[in-house]
Nanobody, 127 residues
């Protein structure tokens, strides 16, 4: 059974850090470009970051550039999202997903490009 499982979310104070993990089971994550998305209450799902299957190419939303870093360890079948300098507006449920085809900077932040999704992990930034 193909499965993606996110973990690492939680409650953190503004300015704090969290590292999210996206672990795959039932398939080899290294074959796929991966995207991280988030959805805040009452808002549409937003593409946060994406990474090619090799890890060479990455892309970030302007709202998280210089604060978030996406990476992957294909040997561990896991993709990470390091989130630093967190702000209250980063509060959301964060999801990872596998891309349908191959990485492209033109669509890797569009949720329609992805097929398999994890269940999400909640990130709350509050003092």
């Amino acid at each position: 059974q193909l499965q993606l499982v996110e973990s690492g979310g939680g409650l953190v104070q503004p300015g704090g850090s969290l590292r999210l993990s996206c672990a795959a089971s039932g398939f080899t994550l290294g074959y796929y470009a991966i995207g991280w998305f988030r959805q805040a209450p009452g808002k549409e799902r937003e593409g946060v970051s994406c990474i090619s299957s090799s890890g060479i190419s990455t892309m970030y939303a302007d709202s998280v550039k210089e604060r978030f870093t996406i990476s992957r360890d294909n040997a561990k079948n896991t993709v990470y999202l390091q989130m630093n300098s967190l702000k209250p507006e980063d509060r959301a449920v964060y999801y990872c997903a596998t891309i349908r085809t191959s990485y492209s900077s033109s669509y890797c932040r569009l949720d329609g490009a992805y097929n398999y999704w994890g269940q999400g992990t909640q990130v709350t930034v509050s003092s």
